[in-house]
């Protein structure tokens, strides 16, 4: 059913989904090698890129500039001069051999908004803010979000020390991009001037599309943590060791490995647990291992749910190993706290789902977002857009026509009927 409303929806205004997919197949041109879309922080694609969104958002009648670090900020005046934004976004930057949707959809989205404002002559009761983050991925330099951290004040000095793998330092590329490495305070924004930050993004995983929805309404941005297993036994001969004597680290990191995921499948309330890494000492054919080491990553849309969930999963490894006899190291090795969507800005966005005409269904992401940083600066929502078997970061990710345009209308339906969430004296 929500496939028939989409089509006949989608028929009734496809220019903003005709005009998004021209521009993000436009933007995907602009790569370091033709064959695999790559486009990474404060290179020359970086700067092609940001110039092409300027004249988009330009077009849209956006004044727009590049900031301190490389984003491209836009702004669209309310009713009067200087009132407070809401605030749209999201990456230009991608991953390598990347999709072409995973960012520029948002970012390209939220600018046909304004676009479609501006034509109409729509002027709203507070200012439209577009920005272009130029770095989320973290691929040059090992540390994400670095275009939002400096809009939300929150950009660390110590990183610009960090080097790329060409020994370049973030201090140094920014030099060269013609930015001045001392004066990334100056793309930062005082809290009182923002709203709210909402971005739309493609979800990144198959639970849209499984529901048969061409948007959802994000809950929180998932906070994760990761830990280093390792667990020290004893090698020996495969040959002469009888089983019972045995201390098989890696028979017991397998064990470990099964039951974290029959945890997590038993889990309701969303929890996901990966052991994507796992390496066996001495490795050989021949030899009983006697170290394993592995790391988990474990997420959930509560910290409290996370917290408990990695509490029992270190409870049941202590157990695998003392009945082992196994000696065991837990480290925590990254944590990141969860990010909840503010019910008030969640609630418009389903409410503009739902005067779109499709049902409302929340999910969690999984996945982390520059929505990530901009809450430290402002409340956030996000609306996530189906995409094709849930694939992302591959150069298979796909976003069909019909649902880029389901998102787009959805976004400017949330903008026009925007309420700022506290009282604000100016409005
Ligand atoms: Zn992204």
Known sequence: MSEMIAETAGHQNSSLGDQIVERINRLAKISETPEHLARVFLTPEHRAAAELILTWMRDAGLQAHIDAIGNVCGRYEGERPGLPCLMLGSHYDTVRDA??????LGL????????????????LPFAIEVTGFADEEGVRFASTLLGSRAVAGTFNAHVLNSKDSAGISIR????????????????????????AYVELHIEQGPVLEAENLPVGVVTAIAGATRLAVNLTGMAGHAGTVPMLLRRDALAGAAECITMIEELCRADEGGLVGTVGYIHAMPGATNVIPGQASFTIDLRAPTDVHRKRAVTDIVRHIEAVAKRRNL????????????VPCAPWLKAQ?????????????ELPSGAGHDAMAMIDIADIAMLFVR????????????????????????????????RPGAPFPDM
């Open 327 to 338: 000696v065991l190291q837990v480290d925590v090795t990254h944590e990141n706290r969860t």
């Open 387 to 418: 995409c094709r078997g849930g694939i992302s970061h591959h150069p298979d990710e796909h976003v069909d026509m019909a649902d880029v345009d389901a998102g787009a209308r959805v976004l400017l339906r949330l903008i026009e009927n925007f």
């Open 172 to 195: 140094d590329a920014l030099s060269e991009f013609g930015l001045d490495p001392d004066h990334i305070g100056a793309a930062a924004r005082a809290p009182g001037e923002l709203l």
């Open 99 to 104: 999709g072409k949707w995973d960012g520029p």
């Open 108 to 123: 390209i989205t939220a600018i046909s908004c304004v676009a479609d404002l501006h034509t109409r002559g729509r002027r």
């Open 349 to 361: 966005v389903a409410d503009a789902v739902a005067a779109e005409g499709y049902p409302v269904f």
